[in-house]
């Protein structure tokens, strides 16, 4: 590594614990779950009770159970982060939480096109990050994917492992 790479892994190190996350679509998703709980409900209850096509109390239920089940997609789709320590880095995607030494991970990877950052691993194996994502923030993306590439540099090397710098 040269002088102005140390500097910025030591920066980032310093800033620990960190937490990458796309925090444009996490707004933007929470946001809309809960408009959309908002007024499926409301529409649940101002429906007409009585007249020429009154609602049961089943289509009101029904309502509400579309709106609390758009909710918890919504929230399950905005999860995905992921936290760096000086112990090693937590990935956490849609159903999947993975806890990885800073040794583990060889390469952070986000090239033209990707739809999130992808982890080289030791075991020969690719991770996703989907928490460092270019979609609505794609400077924010770059930012992140080179402040985790520059703590892979500065804690990930294992003694002996050849990668040097560190």
């Known amino acids: 590594m040269n002088p102005a ?11 620990l614990p960190v937490t990458f996350r796309p925090l444009l679509t996490r707004v933007v998703l929470l946001t809309m779950g809960t408009l959309l709980l908002a007024v499926l409900s409301t529409l649940a209850v101002v429906m007409p009770h009585e007249g020429a096509s ?12 579309v709106g609390v089940l758009a909710m918890a997609l919504l929230t399950l789709l905005s999860r ?10 937590t990935v956490v995607n849609l159903t999947v939480k993975r806890r990885l030494a800073w040794a583990e991970v060889l390469a952070v990877r986000l090239r033209p ?5 992808h982890l080289d691993l030791a075991d020969g194996t690719t991770l996703a990050v989907m928490g460092i994502q270019p979609g609505i923030a794609r400077q924010q ?5 080179r402040r985790l590439r520059a703590l892979v540099e500065a804690l990930g090397e294992a003694p002996g492992d050849g990668r040097g710098g560190g």
């Open 5 to 15: 790479d140390d500097d910025r892994a030591l920066a980032a190190v310093a800033r």
């Open 54 to 65: 009154p609602w049961t109390t089943g289509d009101r239920v029904t309502m509400v159970v």
């Open 80 to 89: 995905p982060k992921a936290v760096a320590e000086a112990d090693g880095l």
């Open 113 to 117: 096109g990707d739809a999130w950052v």
């Open 141 to 145: 993306a770059l930012d992140d994917a």
